[in-house]
């Protein structure tokens, strides 16, 4: 009758399995490294750009059929107009633009791979002004620019090599595997990614509504309206994820220098 195999060759065996796992982590690491416009900041992406249009155009064409498109001709014609004026300046003559208003009572908007942008009519009690909106068009682009959604997906796919690495090792009763790869994949510490992208998307959208020809002055009022939606019932979701107001307007007025360059330069229309 057979018998297992002695438990240090089945630790061995684990440990390979799990190396293959983490090496394949590894090079995407080496091979998927980006550059996002306009801060530089180094990210990991392992989606091609066909493939993350594909998702943005499929999660585009369930909003349209699930929201109620606006009629309304001025403010259709509005956004339309801030958002061609952004799109002129975003350096991606590649995306499909197109933009709409969705006529529902929620301060959101947003924007997806390949240019489809979108702006909810609930947004306009804070944006008042035309650069009031172009700063929030400006931030949605910026996450479309920035591939912050590509960003997240590939951190999703290496935490899910990550866990089914630990799962192993706590299978199999390896406690120096185990603690390894719950350090290597940061199982345990709080890391506020989301924070991170938000601000460098107002960083990025601060510029391109300075490059597009509306005073980035303009944003830091926008914010400060939108925060002040906290008295009225809390935060719009559009401020869910986001620093507080107190931390993005000291940044807004770091970044407001360089914004000024790009503003005095641009060619209005």
Not at 25 to 32: E, I, M, S, T
């Amino acid at each position: 009758m057979p018998t297992s195999a002695p438990r240090s060759q089945r630790l061995v065996s684990w440990r390979n399995v799990i190396g293959g796992l983490l090496s394949a982590a590894c090079l995407a690491l080496v091979y998927a490294c980006q550059t996002v416009p306009m801060t530089g900041r180094q990210q990991l992406i392992l989606l091609s750009e066909a493939e993350e249009g594909q998702m943005g155009l499929a999660a585009y064409q369930q909003v349209l059929r699930e929201e109620r498109v606006s009629r309304d001709p001025r403010a259709t014609d509005l956004v339309t107009r801030v958002g061609q004026r952004i799109a002129a300046v975003a350096d991606r003559p590649d995306y499909a633009w197109e933009f709409r208003v969705i006529d529902k009572n929620e301060a959101n908007a947003f924007a997806l791979p390949g240019g489809k942008v979108a702006v909810y009519t609930g947004l306009f009690q804070y944006t008042q002004t035309e650069a009031g909106l172009a700063a929030v068009m400006g931030h949605e682009v910026a996450h479309a620019l920035a591939r912050h959604g590509a960003e997240r997906v590939s951190q999703n796919m290496l935490a899910q090599v990550g866990m089914t690495a630990l799962q192993i090792g706590l299978r199999n009763g390896d406690p120096l595997i185990t603690q390894g790869i719950a350090l290597a994949y940061g199982v345990g510490v709080e890391m506020p990614f989301n924070r991170n992208q938000e601000s460098e998307a107002d960083h990025i959208g601060l510029l391109l509504m300075a490059k597009a020809g509306y005073d980035p002055h303009e944003a830091i009022g926008l914010w400060e309206r939108m925060s002040a939606g906290k008295g009225r019932g809390g935060p719009p979701e559009f401020l869910s994820t986001h620093p507080s107001g107190t931390t993005r307007i000291r940044q807004l007025q770091s970044w407001l220098p360089e914004a000024l360059q790009y503003y005095q330069s641009a060619r209005r229309p």
